[in-house]
T-cell receptor, first 117, second 117 residues
Framework: KAGVTQTPRYLIKTRGQQVTLSCSPISGHRSVSWYQQTPGQGLQFLFEYFSETQRNKGNFPGRFSGRQFSNSRSEMNVSTLELGDSALYLC????????????????FGAGSRLTVL | DAKTTQPPSMDCAEGRAANLPCNHSTISGNEYVYWYRQIHSQGPQYIIHGLKNNETNEMASLIITEDRKSSTLILPHATLRDTAVYYCIVRVAKSFGGSSNTGKLIFGQGTTLQVKP
């Protein structure tokens, strides 16, 4: 089956602009999480969506936002871009039954590499 | 989620077993141990997970000590394509009854495994 698809793969923006990244999860996966990866900070959790609701949020400023659609596809938006927002943005999806037991495995996409000039 | 400690780097000869250690001395009884790896500029890839028992799949084996305070990921016959950063993560399985961390992984710095010919 198809994996997690992220678009665009690469993009260049200038400071002050805004950007929207898209993520299509694996079919049947209802949970989507977003991560930012930079050389200095490593992989950091941004937020998680399930059934169109944000369930968890990392420690990022309000310029970072996201949403999830009824088909589980998700978008994240970064407004007023700063140089430090240059990073690889990763999306991950998982199939979660709501059970209190069992593990939960994330499948990551290839990422969207954002460069802010 | 419990904190993990991994060596920053390791070398392994091609064809030999790679044994990657992870300490998680504060792990709780209901926390799973997960291993992911990230090949350069790609999204993290799930490898294996376990709770108490040793686990094996087509990619690797996971050995968890009896007190669960440490574990070892074993790649039985390392190849050059196994060169990557390996992340050990411990987290609890939670339901979506309220706040949930199911999609939130806390990545440390991981172990950079270099497989050499």
């Amino acid at each position: 089956k198809a994996g997690v698809t992220q678009t665009p793969r690469y993009l260049i923006k200038t400071r002050g602009q805004q950007v929207t990244l898209s993520c299509s999860p694996i079919s049947g996966h209802r949970s989507v999480s977003w991560y930012q990866q930079t050389p200095g900070q490593g992989l950091q959790f941004l937020f998680e969506y399930f059934s169109e609701t944000q369930r968890n949020k990392g420690n990022f400023p309000g310029r970072f936002s996201g949403r999830q659609f009824s088909n589980s596809r998700s978008e994240m938006n970064v407004s007023t871009l700063e140089l430090g927002d240059s990073a690889l943005y990763l999306c991950a999806s998982s199939f979660w039954t709501g059970s209190t037991s069992g593990a939960n495995v994330l499948t990551f996409g290839a990422g969207s590499r954002l460069t802010v000039l | 989620d419990a904190k993990t400690t991994q060596p920053p780097s390791m070398d392994c000869a091609e064809g030999r077993a790679a044994n990657l250690p992870c300490n998680h001395s504060t792990i709780s009884g209901n926390e799973y141990v997960y291993w992911y790896r990230q090949i350069h500029s790609q999204g993290p890839q799930y490898i294996i997970h376990g709770l108490k028992n040793n686990e094996t799949n087509e990619m690797a084996s996971l050995i968890i000590t009896e007190d669960r305070k440490s574990s070892t990921l074993i790649l039985p016959h390392a190849t050059l394509r196994d060169t990557a950063v390996y992340y050990c993560i411990v987290r609890v399985a939670k339901s979506f009854g309220g706040s949930s961390n199911t999609g939130k992984l806390i990545f440390g710095q991981g172990t950079t495994l270099q497989v050499k010919p």
